[in-house]
């Protein structure tokens, strides 16, 4: 499949052809790999909005709780795909991030 150049902001979990608003990572995907992406940023949006009401209640530390680490693993799913797909820059920028 043709690969396209996507822009991709992880905080709001956009993935842009046109790179005239700001964004974080370029990458190379084709549909079916850009799908995979956007999956996973369904996927984490979900995690976050379960860490909402939990967070009200402050029994246990933010990030011993379940839903925490279910959110921190689906981002860390994210930054695995966007090395995979990424440009050498957008590689070597999240290799300095120390998430992987």
């Known amino acids: 499949m043709e690969k396209n150049k996507y822009y991709v902001t992880v905080q709001t979990g956009e993935i842009l052809r046109d790179h005239a ?9 084709d549909d079916q790999q ?15 909005m379960d ?5 009200m209640t402050p029994v246990v530390g933010e990030h011993d ?13 994210i ?5 995979e797909l990424g440009t050498a820059e957008t590689r070597q920028h999240i290799e300095t991030m120390n998430i992987l």
Do not use: G, N, W
Not at 21 to 29: G, L, T, V
């Open 21 to 29: 608003q700001s964004y974080q990572f370029e990458i190379e995907a």
């Open 34 to 48: 850009r799908r995979v992406l956007e999956e996973l940023f369904e996927y984490a949006h979900e995690r976050e």
């Open 51 to 55: 860490t909402v009401l939990p967070a």
């Open 65 to 77: 709780k379940p839903e925490s680490r279910a959110y921190d693993a689906a981002l860390k799913q």
């Open 79 to 83: 930054y695995v795909k966007l090395h």
